[in-house]
């Protein structure tokens, strides 16, 4: 099972910010946060991923609590193009442990 | 930007036909992986593949499913006996290594897999 809660969905105005929570209480610490996001049934699409310290990139920014338990994703001025369903997920990284458990995730709906 | 492919897109196929579905990975990827989605269910591990074998495989994948790598580019899918359960999305997913810095899995834009 997933090791992370996030809210079912989530709306936001289109060029606003989506701050998109996760918690992952049970986290340790060689673990990371991972983010994905699934446009309409298209192949899942990589967004940031950290482990302790806050991230950012193109996409998004990543802010991870001190205690590491819970973490909120921010796509700075969304579009309607972001709408989709934002999956966060715990894992460790490297050797032989590759799978991604995938759980329900946040179906962010963009408004215009 | 370097991305995964997958063919076909979509594959209709008559229960206990044999399916093969094929991904290109990144080219310079080392591990490569299978997911599937059933329709308005959540994205499931299938299995893991480097260096010629299997990693890690999940409770679905049975001896119903096989992967192969049968050249420098393609890596395969084939479930040999498909049933009706087996209808889903299937995505292929590859990354560059298993290191610390190097292990994020890229995803295919997938195949839906239809059985009648």
């Known amino acids: 099972d997933a090791k992370t809660t996030q809210p079912p969905s989530m709306d936001c105005a289109e060029g606003r910010a989506a701050n998109l929570p996760c918690n992952h209480s049970?986290?340790?610490?060689?673990?990371?946060v991972y983010w994905y996001r699934q446009i309409h049934s298209q192949g899942p699409q990589y967004i940031i991923h950290g482990l302790k310290n806050n991230e950012t990139n193109e996409m998004a920014s990543l802010i991870i609590t001190e205690d590491r338990k819970s973490s909120t994703l921010i796509l700075p001025h969304a579009t309607l193009r972001d709408t989709a369903v934002y999956y966060c997920?715990?894992?460790?990284?490297?050797?032989?442990?590759?799978?991604?458990?995938f759980g329900k995730g946040t179906k962010l709906s963009v408004k215009p | 930007e370097p991305e995964v492919t997958q063919t076909p897109s979509h594959q209709v196929t008559q229960m206990g036909q044999e399916v093969i579905l094929r991904c290109v990975p990144i080219s310079n990827h080392l591990y490569f992986y299978w997911y599937r989605q059933i329709l308005g269910q959540k994205v499931e591990f299938l299995v893991s593949f480097y260096n010629n074998e299997i990693s890690e495989k999940s409770e679905i994948f049975d001896d119903q499913f096989s992967v192969e790598r049968p050249d420098g580019s393609n890596f395969t899918l084939k479930i040999r006996s498909t049933k009706l359960e087996d209808s889903a999305m299937y995505f292929c997913?590859?990354?560059?290594?298993?290191?610390?810095?190097?292990?994020?899995?890229?995803f295919g834009p997938g195949t839906r897999l239809t059985v009648l």
């Open positions: 997913a590859s990354s560059l290594a298993g290191e610390i810095s190097t292990d994020t899995q890229y």
């Open positions: 997920i715990v894992r460790s990284r490297g050797g032989s442990q590759g799978n991604l458990i």
């Open positions: 049970t986290i340790s610490g060689n673990e990371y």
